[in-house]
């Protein structure tokens, strides 16, 4: 520990009190790594505040020494964006403890939340009022509201509800200076220059520290059906989709998956079994929601829908679940995508984004021209079509040693990525940057987008304390001393 950094963890601690502090190294142990075990930083202590007060003064203390500070949740990153530098230089701002649901205000449709509320116990709060918060990710029970505010999450309601970035209604955060930007008000137009809720949404915590959000709320669903779906090809896969799309609003989730990935989930993954009898080379998954009794019912509405599809020859076979627990089944064939594929060797994982209508074509001529580059790998991809976000996997050539990915992602990814770019699309659809995309935001980006963000990053944290080597670097004259 650095002497300024005792000397700030001895503040807060007489300031605040000894739950404010952690500096146990078996405590802080596990808030080291990043969801994937892929990186680990050091830190020396924990500052844990339990109110947007302690919050600012911590960080105002934190600026005065000149001490760095990672912003911290439930610590999900996929791309190592909240673990700390590996050489101990900063100190990691838990939020955690601000853990308080504020207010709900059901027929506003709001919901303002602490930071470190926990994605399921904001369902479970908005399901008391009959309202329902529509964004869900596998990290549900360990994702926080701070974290999905600073990552602009996403997940598999993106299709009708958006992501972060359109459910976000007004912002508290606290800037590195320890200032307090108060944004919560739900206002429908407020025109008094940069939006600074908009610029903190997807900002990683490297402008700020996100110490409570106001969130939109949807009514509670009344009725869901969910379909498994066999198709020839994704070409097809859109076509369903869009035909959906023309004719209803109650489709929230439309999922791809390939074949290769359903095979490895059933082999690998205990208690799954194929939901139709036959063999296709690609799969869809698709849940209707309904909201009142009034609406048509969601398994009337599918069946609809996909007699239509079987019928024109769009869709080659289908099922709709016929109860909850097989529509649960359903979800667990597609949630267990990444785990079956770990479980089936090495491989490198990328959350990228492409045009919707491009989608199809970059599914298989980017897995084509991966496996033609790199001889002995295979290269698969789904996701949720609906908003054109491919989770593109390059698995290692059979035989592999079990550091492949780490050895070879210097010189895969950037081939990936480079066909993303050609496809007009982005390097990051919901993970983030981090520090694992970085420099390759950098190295993709235009020079007018880097020298925005460096300008902006220079402009609110100047002395480059916040989540410092996150999602954009600054040069070394313009850190602090």
Avoid: C
Wanted: proline letters at 6%; aromatic letters at 4%.
């Amino acid at each position: 520990m650095t002497p300024a950094q005792a000397q700030l963890v001895e503040a807060v601690a007489a300031r605040f009190g000894p739950k404010a502090v952690i500096t146990d190294r078996q405590a802080i142990a596990p808030w080291l790594d990043d969801w994937r075990g892929r990186y680990r930083g050091a830190a020396a202590a924990i500052l844990q505040p339990d109110s947007v007060e302690a919050v600012a003064e911590t960080v105002r203390l934190a600026a005065q020494l000149g001490v760095a500070l990672v912003p911290q949740g439930g610590n999900t990153s996929m791309v190592g964006g909240a673990t700390p530098p590996a050489d101990g230089s900063a100190l990691i701002l838990s939020l955690r403890r601000m853990d308080r649901v504020r207010r709900i205000d059901a027929a506003a449709n709001l919901i303002e939340a602490e930071a470190g509320v926990i994605l399921a116990h904001l369902h479970d709060a908005a399901l008391a009022q009959g309202r329902r918060f529509p964004l869900t990710l596998g990290a549900k029970g360990s994702a926080t509201v701070g974290g999905l505010v600073s990552t602009n999450a996403g997940g598999t309601q993106v299709l009708r509800f958006g992501t972060m970035r359109g459910l976000v209604l007004g912002l508290e955060a606290v800037l590195p200076d320890g200032s307090v930007h108060d944004g919560l008000a739900a206002l429908k137009k407020d025109n008094r220059g940069y939006d600074l809720n908009q610029l903190l949404i997807g900002a990683e915590g490297t402008l700020g520290v996100v110490t409570a959000a106001s969130l939109k709320l949807v009514p509670a669903v009344h009725a869901r059906a969910v379909a498994w779906v066999g198709l020839a090809s994704p070409h097809a896969a859109l076509d369903l989709l869009r035909m959906a799309a023309a004719a209803t609003d109650a489709i929230e989730s439309f999922e791809i998956v390939p074949a290769q990935s359903l095979g490895a989930v059933l082999r690998h993954v205990p208690g799954t079994r194929a939901p139709l009898a036959g063999e296709h080379p690609w799969h869809v998954l698709i849940e209707a929601v309904t909201t009142s009794p009034a609406q048509e019912a969601p398994a009337a509405l599918l069946e609809r829908l996909l007699g239509q599809a079987l019928e024109s020859g769009l869709a080659a076979d289908a099922a709709i679940a016929a109860s909850e627990g097989q529509a649960e089944a359903f979800w667990k064939l597609r949630d267990s995508i990444s785990e079956a594929e770990r479980a089936s060797g090495p491989a490198l994982q990328h959350d990228i984004s492409v045009p919707v209508a491009a989608m199809p074509d970059f599914m298989i001529e980017g897995a084509r021209a991966v496996e033609a580059r790199f001889p002995g790998t295979s290269a698969g991809a789904f996701g949720h079509l609906g908003d054109g976000n491919v989770h593109f996997h390059v698995r290692a050539p059979a035989g592999s040693p079990a550091d492949w990915a780490a050895r070879n992602a210097e010189v895969v990814s950037p081939f990936v990525h480079d066909l993303v770019v050609a496809a007009g699309g982005s390097i990051s659809a919901e993970h983030g940057i981090g520090q694992m995309k970085r420099d390759e935001l950098a190295r993709l980006s235009s020079p007018a987008r880097m020298r925005a963000l460096a300008a902006i990053k220079h402009a609110i944290d100047p002395l480059n304390l916040f989540n410092p080597g996150k999602l954009v670097s600054l040069a070394p004259e313009r850190r602090g001393q």
